[in-house]
Nanobody
Framework: VPLVESGGGSVQEGGSLRLSCAASSVTFHLYNMGWYRQAPGKQREMVAFVNSDNSTFYSDSVKGRFTISRDNPRFLAHLQMNDLKPEDTAVYYC???????????WGQGTQVTVSS
């Protein structure tokens, strides 16, 4: 499923950003949506997930600061990031996985840079 991220940028420590992921599928509501990130020299890691049943999961490093949500009628997933820290600096990728079939997709990534 094609995915396009937007909303990345540069902020000062303590600032906020909102990432959006636009999907082009009429069956968007059947996909589990997630955000991953990859910092230079590090492996890609899961940040947050919102499943088709609206259950959510967060990595310990972002719990309490980030909020994932979905807008099914608009085929959108969002990641609200508050109280950003320099260690949140990474390329953030949107990910989609169908809840019932082995169908998945990745976005192209959007850069988030947090300066101290």
């Amino acid at each position: 499923v094609p995915l396009v991220e937007s909303g990345g940028g540069s902020v000062q420590e303590g600032g906020s950003l909102r990432l959006s992921c636009a999907a082009s599928s009429v069956t968007f509501h059947l996909y589990n949506m997630g955000w991953y990130r990859q910092a230079p020299g590090k492996q890609r890691e899961m940040v947050a997930f919102v499943n088709s049943d609206n259950s959510t999961f967060y990595s310990d490093s972002v719990k309490g600061r980030f909020t994932i949500s979905r807008d099914n009628p608009r085929f959108l997933a969002h990641l609200q990031m508050n109280d950003l820290k320099p260690e949140d600096t990474a390329v953030y990728y949107c990910y989609a996985r169908h809840a019932n079939f082995h169908v998945e997709g990745w976005g192209q990534g959007t850069q988030v840079t947090v300066s101290s």
